[in-house]
């Protein structure tokens, strides 16, 4: 289905979300129609966010908003989705859109697996009734779905169209990139390099795939490291964890901007800790890239100066490797928790693999290499 004629069917003008490559074809469309224009488009911080954010819309517009996600979201909306936006509480309608990654039947990343599995009953489960939408679904087919979808939101309920591998096009082009000179693989091979045997947990995406294979053209051992396949913003968290308990060892967070940001309280708790042998790296791209490339709020912010409000020790940003390597080598043997922000431009190799090992096996090796540690 073009996506033209899909959003022409649903016939919102307000769209929120968080990036997902399954809908790239809407994303695409987006920003090529508003850009990033709070009237009309907003990239949210989590999915949760894009939910409080369209029943904000709806409260002041009275009109219907969509938030789009990946169907790795619809966790982090359930809170709001239940508490919220259900009619027995405040009756929001929302019109979800969700990329259906692992779908049964479908080959797909191990992280997927389970959630795609679950994704339209949980969808069901939460009362929200729910439209799939695959590659020959046709245009009166999506146009009847959307006749039924009206009733139940004027009765203030959420409804969600579920999107197919391959279920939306759209023949327009986008071209995301910036300024920045570092790329993100060469970035990890100097982190590599600094940290030596040291932990490292890697955040969800390409950062994780690209550090595998370094390792890899090292001929190094890959149980220094937790690759964090999916539970996006979450690896600062679990290195704080490790950091905590491996106290004596220094232990390294490869994050990214969109990571970072879908969980940022996450910073206010390492700054509450204050784990000396932590050292967080966000490599800022300004950019959901794995997932295609649109625009994340961090190409405006300072992550320096929130990582020290927050209560870290140390914080510098880096726009080049003479740097970088600076930074490494002075937190190597520096007090944290310290934050490292290393601008990175936009792209990755097309042949980038992805780890050979399962996630269980990388979590095994994980945990005897630090059960090993003193």
Known sequence: M???????????????????SQLKALCNYLMNTYGIDPQHH?????????????????????????VYMQNSGVGNVMNPAASLLNDKVYAIPVIF?????????????????????????????????????GKDTSDDEARNAMVQFREELALGKDVAFVIRKGALSYDETVVYENDNTMMREEIIRHIV???????????????????????????QSHKYDFLTVGSMGHSSSIALGVAIHKPGRRVWCIDG???????????????????????????????????????????????VQIALACGYTRGGSVSDF?????????AKGGKGPILIEVKCGIGAREDLGRPTTTAIENKRSFMEYLAALE
């Open 42 to 66: 907003v990239i949210a911080a989590n999915e949760g966010n894009c939910a409080a954010l369209a029943a904000g819309y709806h409260l002041a517009a009275g009109k219907t908003p969509v």
């Open 2 to 20: 073009k996506v033209e004629k899909f959003v022409e069917i649903i016939g919102a003008d307000f769209y929120t979300g968080v990036p997902d």
């Open 97 to 133: 859109i969700i990329g259906w990654r692992g779908e049964p039947g479908i080959h797909d990343e191990p992280q997927h697996i389970f959630q795609g599995e679950v994704t339209v009953k949980l969808l069901e489960d939460m009362d929200i009734k729910t439209f799939i939408i």
């Open 257 to 303: 901007d969109g990571a970072a940001l879908m969980h940022m309280g996450a910073m206010a708790v390492i700054g509450s800790c204050r784990p000396e042998n932590l050292v967080h790296v966000i490599i800022n791209n300004g950019a959901h890239e794995t997932v295609g490339g649109m625009p994340t709020a961090a190409g405006a912010i300072d992550l």
């Open 193 to 219: 390099r600094v940290s030596g045997e040291d932990p490292i947990i890697s955040t969800t995406g390409k950062a994780s795939r690209e550090l595998f294979e370094t390792r890899a053209a090292n001929g």
């Open 322 to 330: 003479e740097a970088l390597d600076a930074a490494l080598e002075e």
